[in-house]
């Protein structure tokens, strides 16, 4: 059990910082409030997904660009590759305050997510809180001196495609739209968006 529980937090680790890289909420550490009994799910492929950022980047202090997934397609669960590059044009630390909207789209309309379990449209105080209780960084950040936690010096960081389990699956079937701003005090540290289609 203390294996299966440690592999879940590298993976949550992982996941955790794509919310704040990609507007994703997936990681968070109640990630399983948000997914189906894991003995009777049907796998979910991510059909389609795009990923900008909802500002110009000279008002941003994180640029994430560009971001991959793989493998094609992507099926959870299942494995999971992931590769990005980040740059950190300030250093960035506590509190890093984040704004999650997440939204599905039912008929022609978009459904605001409410916040359950601290799952869909949250705010959080200070998001590297949450990245404090991954305890440490999976290998391919650690091997590569990708940062996971707080404090993210200034600079510009690289994780070539890095591959993971992912267990359940972490979104029903269905068209999402992600939205994460993250601020630092009066500075915007970035705005993020994500459109997804899970079927």
């Not at 294996?3 to 890289?21: D, P, T």
């Not at 500002?55 to 971001?67: N, Y």
């Not at 992912?166 to 970035?190: C, K, R, W």
Request: aromatic residues 10%; neutral net charge.
């Amino acid at each position: 059990k203390s294996e299966r529980h440690h592999s879940w937090k590298m993976q949550s680790a992982v996941l955790v910082v794509l919310v704040a890289l990609v507007s994703c909420t997936i990681g968070l550490p109640n990630v399983r409030r948000f997914s189906i009994d894991e003995k009777h799910q049907k796998p979910v492929q991510l059909k389609s997904w795009k990923f900008t950022n909802c500002l110009p980047t000279s008002k941003e202090v994180m640029i994430a660009d560009p971001v991959t997934f793989g493998p094609d397609p992507l099926v959870f669960p299942g494995p999971l590759s992931v590769a990005f590059t980040v740059n950190f044009t300030a250093d960035v630390d506590s509190p890093l305050k984040t704004s999650v909207y997440l939204g599905k789209k039912v008929g022609s309309s978009w459904v605001k997510v409410p916040c359950i379990g601290q799952i869909g449209s949250c705010t959080y105080d200070d998001l590297c809180d949450i990245l404090s209780t991954i305890g440490e960084c999976p290998g391919p950040f650690s091997d590569n001196g990708v940062p996971c936690m707080c404090p993210f010096k200034k600079g510009s960081y690289t994780l070539p495609t890095s591959s993971f389990d992912v267990e359940s699956a972490i979104f029903p079937p269905g068209d999402y739209h992600g939205q994460a701003n993250l601020t630092m005090g009066a500075t915007v540290v970035g705005c993020y968006n994500v459109l997804a289609t899970f079927g």
